[in-house]
Structure formats: structure tokens, C-alpha cells
């Protein structure tokens, strides 16, 4: 009897579990059935969100309202420190664009993404291209937008865009931009006005590609640090410029790759007082010109000048041209050439020898680097290393040095702890390292490029 009750009562139990079980089950079918997605908290919802492209996240915000939030969470994370690129152009975009950005080519998923999450979002890059016929200003509305929704943004840039398009009088300032770049736009429309009103904070201001009008940049402008100009096309206000320099005395920073940089700087320098950066684009014919041409020791003096970057445009020249500009605080000098028959670089040895505050040196040779060795000599480049006893880093890109040379180099320069070049043969890197020493490491890639930095 009793193991018959014990049997009788451990069949009852595993029934009631085998039921309870089944309870269980229907309940949580019941819930998961009845469960909406709008009923998990955000905290739930934004790892699952933060799967999603920008495009389901903003059809889903513009689809539900509940969701909103959490798709909103979840764009910050993913995008928010990447630029957004509005431009169904593909290639036809400039670099700093295409590099750490997103891109929406669709209009509609444009217009909604600033009306969603534009409070999210701090760089925006605005360019889209019309269909063939089309009667939409499309870039007039993304701006509009943009105006309306995207008041947190610190940088913005406009591009391509035809003159009609690029219109910002009548819109409300974008309050917290300090960076404005206008690419490949025809901006001969273009007021003052436009900056003033409606970028009060704006501190960099970028011209790449344009036809600028006389009038866009000739104000004061209190907060710009920074401007920069890159376009060829820049004739007809090369008189406009330097009084926008002198109105425009805080500058600390200036950029110009223009047909006209000498002359523009010759009549501007005397209101760059406290310029720090200076990076200029010129031909070696221009120091010859009728009109601004320099004498050979000619130079313009730089009070504040503490970084100098020299590009001449020369593909081919006879030598390394003449340095016109001067600073007693230069600390940084970058020198970009073509392939020139530099087989002595004296100019540029002078220049150094009147600039013993450089600390750091860079020389590129712009020659095909797969075809053209460097013509720089061996005497040339120890003439280099002696003109500067202050140096403390050094990059010949594309410039070829062999084992000896670097020894030797690194012996002229007792102060250098950074030194990159291009080995002219590969197979010597490990023969360097041994000559080198465990004074310092190297490292070299597959092109033969090597840096070396002491310990």
C-alpha cells in the first residue's frame, strides 16, 4: 500500500507540473502574441535599432511617433559624429566628404532625415544633383530644411551648386557653425550679407573650385580664424581680396592656391599680424611678373608666422625657386615640388640657414614615385641636415636615401628624433636597422617608405 501511494502521489505531482507547464506556456504565448514593439522600453529598442541603415531608421521615425525616440538614440550613436552627405553624385565629391561620412542619395529620405533627426546631427554636406528637366530646386529646400531643423550644426558645406541655389538671405542664421565650405559653386551672386547674417560663429571659411563675386567675402567677419581659397579662377577680385584681409586682421590662419597668391599677399601682409599658418600655391614664372615680381633676396615679413607651407606648381623647372616669405618665428616648413632638375638646392639651403628656429622639416617630390627617382643629390641633402642644427623631425616623401646617407643625416642633425625618406633599395632595411642601432625603432612599407623615431 504504501508504495503503491507514493507511486500514485508522484504520478499526481508530475501531472501538476506537466500542467503548470502548459499554463506557463499558453500565458507567455498570450503575451508574445498580444506584445507590440512599441510597448519596449528605448533602452530595449536601441540596440536593435543601431543595426539598422540611416534609411530604416528614418522611415521609422517618420512612420511612428512612439518609436521616435529611440530611432532618434540610436542615428546619434551610429552617425552623429559622421558627416552627412546629401548628394546623389558619386565620385563627384570632394575628399573630406567621402572619407568618415554617410551618403543619402534619395531627396525624400534627405528631407525627412533633417526633419527627424537634424537636431542630431553637427556636419552636413549639402549637393545634390537635379534630374534633367526638373523644376525642383532641391538644393534650395535641403538648405531650407536644414535652416529649420539642424540648428546644432558646427560645420556645413555647399556643393556643387549653380548660383541659383546657393541663396541664404533669407534664411534664419545657423548659430552654431564655425566652419562654412563652398565647392565648386558659382557664388558671382553671392552678398557679404549672406555670411554675416547667417553665420555669426563662423571661424573657417573654405573656397574650393568656385567663381567667387567681388562682394562675398569683403567684411568684416569677427570670429573667422581661418580662410582658405583654392581655385584658379580668382582674376577678377584679386583686388578685392587684400581689403578683405584688412578687414579681417585676426586671421590666423590663411590658405591660397590662386592664379594671383603673390600679389595678393604682397598688398595684403601688412594687416596678417598675428597670421600663424600660411600656406601658399605659386608658379616660379610669378616671381618674374611684370606686375608683383620679386627681387632675389625679396621677401615679405611674417611678424607671427610660426608654420609655412610652399607649393610650387611647377611641373618641371630648372631649380627649387625662390622662398619670398620670412618669419623669426618659423618653427614648421613643408616644401612641395615638381620634378625639378634640383641637382642643387640652393635657394632653399639658404633659406634654412636664415631660419634656425625650424624644428620640423618636410620636402615632397611630386614626380611619379613609380617611375621617377628623386633627383635631389647626396650633396644636396646633407647640405640640408647641416643647415638646420635645430631640427627635430624630418620627411622627404618620394626622396630616396640609402643607408649610408641616412647615417649620415641623422649625424649632422644631433637633435632629430623623427626622420622618414624612401630607401633606394628595400632590401636594405634590415642592414639600416643593424647600423641604426636599439637607439632607435624603424618600420617600412611594401613602397619602401621608412620611419624612424628614437627611443
Known amino acids: 500500500m504504501t508504495d503503491s501511494g507514493a507511486t500514485s502521489n508522484g504520478e499526481h505531482q508530475q501531472v501538476d507540473c506537466v500542467d503548470q507547464a502548459l499554463k506557463r506556456h499558453r500565458i507567455d504565448d498570450t503575451l508574445t502574441n498580444e506584445m507590440r514593439l512599441t510597448d519596449l522600453i528605448d533602452d530595449c529598442l536601441e540596440p536593435i535599432f543601431l543595426k539598422l541603415s540611416i534609411e530604416d531608421l528614418v522611415a521609422i521615425a517618420h512612420t511612428n511617433k512612439q518609436l521616435k525616440p529611440a530611432a532618434a538614440s540610436a542615428f546619434a550613436r551610429k552617425f552623429g559624429t559622421k558627416k552627412i552627405v546629401l548628394s546623389n553624385l558619386k565620385d ?259 633659406y634654412l640657414q636664415k631660419h634656425q628656429t625650424v624644428t620640423k622639416f618636410t620636402l615632397i617630390n611630386r614626380s611619379d614615385p613609380f617611375w621617377e627617382p628623386s633627383n635631389i643629390s647626396e ?4 647640405k640640408i641636415s647641416q643647415a638646420m642644427s635645430s631640427l627635430q623631425e624630418a620627411d622627404f616623401w618620394n626622396i630616396e636615401f640609402s643607408t649610408g646617407e641616412v647615417k649620415q643625416f641623422i649625424g649632422n642633425c644631433k637633435m632629430l628624433h623623427r626622420f622618414g625618406f624612401k630607401l633606394i633599395n628595400g632590401g636594405d632595411f634590415n642592414d639600416l636597422k643593424k647600423h641604426l642601432g636599439s637607439e632607435w625603432e624603424a618600420s617600412i612599407d611594401p613602397n619602401g617608405n621608412v620611419k624612424i623615431v628614437r627611443k
Open 379 to 382: 650633396e644636396s641633402k646633407m
Open 92 to 350: 563627384d565629391l570632394p575628399i573630406d566628404s567621402r572619407m568618415d561620412s554617410v551618403q543619402v542619395v534619395d531627396l525624400n529620405v534627405s528631407l525627412r532625415l533633417l526633419r527627424s533627426f537634424g537636431h542630431k546631427i553637427s556636419k552636413l554636406h549639402i549637393g545634390h544633383k537635379k534630374s534633367m528637366g526638373s523644376i525642383v530646386f532641391s538644393n534650395r529646400l535641403l538648405i531650407q530644411y536644414a535652416n529649420e531643423y539642424s540648428k546644432s550644426l558646427v560645420e556645413i558645406t555647399f556643393g556643387p551648386l549653380a548660383s541659383s541655389e546657393l541663396s541664404l538671405a533669407a534664411h534664419e542664421s545657423f548659430p552654431m557653425v564655425e566652419t562654412v565650405r563652398v565647392w565648386r559653386c558659382n557664388l558671382r551672386r553671392f552678398g557679404q550679407s549672406e555670411f554675416d547674417g547667417c553665420f555669426p560663429e563662423i571661424r573657417r571659411l573654405e573656397f574650393v573650385g568656385n567663381v567667387p563675386s567681388n562682394e562675398c567675402i569683403v567684411d568684416c567677419l569677427p570670429n573667422l580664424e581661418h580662410l582658405a581659397i583654392n581655385t584658379s579662377s580668382f582674376m577678377h577680385i584679386k583686388g578685392t581680396l587684400p581689403i578683405s584681409l584688412a578687414l579681417n586682421p585676426q586671421l590666423l590662419s590663411l590658405t591660397l592656391k590662386t592664379n594671383d597668391a603673390l600679389f595678393i599677399l604682397r598688398k595684403g601682409h601688412p594687416y596678417l599680424g598675428l597670421l600663424e599658418s600660411l600656406s601658399v600655391t605659386y608658379d616660379s614664372k610669378d616671381l618674374l611678373n611684370e606686375h608683383f615680381g620679386f627681387e632675389d633676396n625679396e621677401v615679405i615679413q611674417f611678424e607671427s608666422l610660426r608654420k609655412l607651407e610652399v607649393n610650387f606648381a611647377d611641373f618641371c623647372c630648372d631649380s627649387i625657386p625662390h622662398i619670398p616669405f620670412s618669419s623669426h618665428r618659423l618653427t614648421e616648413l613643408k616644401v612641395s615640388i615638381g620634378d625639378c632638375d634640383h641637382k642643387t638646392c640652393n635657394r632653399l639651403v639658404r
